[in-house]
Structure formats: structure tokens, C-alpha cells
């Protein structure tokens, strides 16, 4: 009796494993605030209508180029009279709306071409593939998002199949770079031996184990897509007006910056928190992901 008390006594004592969470959280402290502030502007995007002071495009005659504080606006207004703190929560729906399209769809092209490039390597249709991912890199990014931005107009959708080409050669390269190693795997092996199909492997086989690198990598790339997009925006070729967004009130408030500096620091200092959350995120989910890089 004492002998299977003892034994559950040591069972209870033993530690349960922690959730992954929990663990993330313990692990990588800056992770932690990272994802604290990338919930916060999430939530803060969402419900923008409900804790917007103002209509981000009512404009208030009598209060224009206000300073913060003066007037009922907490930001201060713009040269139009429009809330500056509204606008810069309106922002947060449009520049998160485009990181998220923009990451879904160049991310599932990308992710395609990867896959199938890489169980395919070393193949005829791993060249066609690859060297069009070749031709896509070689060109500047800036380059061939003015060039697209330029032709297609200034949109969302627009702005969104524009960014996607970024997304795109960069998801590939992590994808079938992966791939060319999950081929090799015994269980890949034994699972052509029993004759499964191509699809079902890369799906059943291949997909699930590309997960970790692809979040690494997908966290990386939405703070990319949020400074691209806010250059398209600033240059005027992005999202149209007078839809909120942190790159056109960047470039609005630029030809106020001796008078209004507020109309520039609010938004850009967001826009500088948001991208430094997401690049602490991938850099803590990197270190939590592989244990090699683990200290």
C-alpha cells in the first residue's frame, strides 16, 4: 500500500507538460510582447467603428491643423480638419486588411509553386518553375511595385496583386527548399511504396511539415508588406483617397511638417511598432520552432 501510495504521490508531483502558449510565452519574452501588440492592433483594426472618436472623414472646419489635445481631438487634425487618432485607427483596418490578402494570396501561389517545384526537383518542370521565380526576383522590388502599381491603378485589390509579387518568390524559395528534404523522408518513401498518390503525399506529407518555417517566414513578410505598402501609399499609388491609411497620411502630413508634425509622428510611430512587433514575433517563433537555434 505505502509502495502505490508513494507512486501516486510522485506521479502528482510530476510536472504536466505546459500548453505551447504557456511555453512560447516563458521561452521568449519579446515573442510575448510581440504578439501582445500585433492582438492589440488587431483588436483596435476591428473595432475601429467603436473606439474611433470621430469619423475618420469628417472634416472640422473650425478646429484645422489643431494640436493635440485642443479642440476634443486627442491627435490633433489635419489641413482638412479630420481626427488624426481616427484616421490612424481606420489605418490599422486598411494596412492590416492588405498584409493579410496580400499574404494569403501571394502565400498560396507561392506555396504551390514550392511544393511542387521541390518533389519535383531536378526535373524539367522544377526548371520552368524555378526559373520563372528566377526572373520574378531579379527584378528590384521597388521597381516592379511601381511598375505594377503604376499599370494596374491606384486600389486596393490593386495594391494587394501588387504586393503579392513579393510575397510570392519568397514563399517558394522557403517551400520547396523544404520540400527537397521532406521527399527523402522514410515516411515519404513508404508511402509511394504503398502506392499513394502524388497529391495525397503533398498534402497528407508534405504540407503539415512545412507548416513551421512557412509561419517563421509568413510573420517576416507581413512587416515587409506593411512598409511596402505604405511606400505605394505615400508615393500616391496605393491605397486611393481618401481612404485612411498610415502611408497617405504619412504623405499628407508631410507638407505639414513644420506646423503639424503630429499628422506624420502618430501614424508613422504606429506603422514603426507594428512592423517591429511582427519582426520580434518571426525572430521568437524561429528561435521556438527550431531547436537549433534554441540557446
Known amino acids: ?68 489635445g485642443v479642440g476634443g481631438h486627442p491627435a490633433g487634425t489635419d489641413e482638412l480638419g479630420r481626427d488624426v487618432l481616427s484616421r490612424s485607427l481606420y489605418g490599422a483596418r486598411t494596412s492590416l486588411l492588405i498584409a493579410v490578402a496580400t499574404l494569403a494570396l501571394g ?39 511601381l511598375f505594377v502599381a503604376a499599370l494596374l491603378g491606384p486600389s486596393v ?28 523522408e522514410p515516411y515519404v518513401e513508404a508511402a509511394r511504396s504503398v502506392g499513394c498518390s502524388t497529391p495525397r503525399i503533398l498534402i497528407r506529407y508534405g504540407l ?11 510573420s517576416l513578410l507581413f512587416a515587409v508588406i506593411l512598409i511596402a505598402e505604405s511606400a505605394l501609399s505615400f508615393l500616391g499609388i496605393g491605397t486611393p483617397p481618401p481612404t485612411p491609411s498610415w502611408g497617405r497620411m504619412l504623405s499628407e502630413g508631410r507638407s505639414q511638417l513644420e506646423i503639424a508634425p503630429w499628422m506624420t509622428v502618430v501614424p508613422g510611430l504606429i506603422l514603426s511598432v507594428s512592423v517591429l512587433a511582427f519582426n520580434l514575433l518571426g525572430d521568437a517563433m524561429r528561435d521556438f520552432l527550431d531547436p537549433k537555434q534554441r540557446r
Not at 125 to 145: F, G, Y
Not at 208 to 218: D, E, H, R, T, Y
Open 1 to 68: 500500500m505505502s509502495i502505490a501510495i508513494s507512486g501516486t504521490a510522485r506521479a502528482a508531483r510530476r510536472p504536466r507538460p505546459r500548453h505551447g502558449l504557456v511555453r512560447f510565452t516563458t521561452e521568449q519574452p519579446l515573442g510575448a510582447i510581440a504578439l501582445f501588440l500585433i492582438t492589440l492592433f488587431v483588436v483596435v483594426a476591428v473595432l475601429a467603428p467603436w473606439i474611433a472618436p470621430y469619423d475618420p472623414l469628417a472634416q472640422d472646419r473650425v478646429n484645422i491643423l489643431t494640436s493635440p
Open 107 to 145: 502565400g498560396a501561389i507561392g506555396l504551390v509553386i514550392g511544393v511542387v517545384s521541390g518533389y519535383f526537383g531536378g526535373t524539367w518542370v522544377d526548371s520552368v518553375l524555378q526559373r520563372v521565380m528566377d526572373a520574378l526576383m531579379a527584378i528590384p522590388s521597388i521597381v516592379l511595385l
Open 157 to 184: 485589390r490593386n495594391t494587394v496583386i501588387a504586393l503579392s509579387l513579393l510575397v510570392i518568390p519568397s514563399i517558394n524559395r522557403v517551400a520547396r527548399g523544404e520540400m527537397l528534404r521532406i521527399r527523402e
Open 208 to 218: 503539415p511539415n512545412l507548416m513551421a518555417p512557412l509561419f517563421v517566414m509568413g
